[in-house]
């Protein structure tokens, strides 16, 4: 199963990409603006939640889509993701899934005991032109993640990948799925 993970909301534009960002849309429908950034009060300790037997919400192997409202590694949450970080260490059974257009504050932003990576965390890069992939992905293939990926999305202009892909460390490619909701696998 999988689900989603807010510890915050709100995001800052930073790519083109973000033009015509579904959450700032979403936000407008409720009268609010995507740009006021906010710790979710109720959501924050979403993964170490339990039911009234004592288990937790999340069951072990789920995958948690994490910030899909905001970008784990946005400036404004920096006093939030150590908090996060302890979270995600404290569920090793559970997979994070970490999408973010800013690969460029992720080395400074890892968890002190971060080392070569954890297991749980699988960690992705937006790609929606190849302007930003050329970009964001020799930063991807940089930084110390056990599992990276690429999310060819939202699509706004051809992207070519074939040049990163002979790393080997790219080990998997979504592109935009027919809706918000889901992601699929590219062909």
Known sequence: MHDIWNPWHGCIKCSEGCQNCYMYY?????D???SNIYRTKTGFKYPLSKDRQGN???KSGEMLRVCMTSDFFLEEADDWRDEAWSIIERRPDVKFFLLTKRPDRVAEHLPFNWGGGWENV???VTCENQKRTDERIPILLELPFKHKGIMCAPFIGPVSI???LKYGQIEQVLCDGE???GAR???
């Open 26 to 30: 979403l936000d407008s429908l409720r």
């Open 32 to 34: 609010k603006d995507g």
């Open 56 to 58: 937790y919400k999340v």
């Open 122 to 124: 699988f960690f992705n």
């Open 162 to 164: 074939s040049n990163y």
């Open 179 to 181: 809706n918000y909701g």
């Open 185 to 187: 696998p590219c062909h």
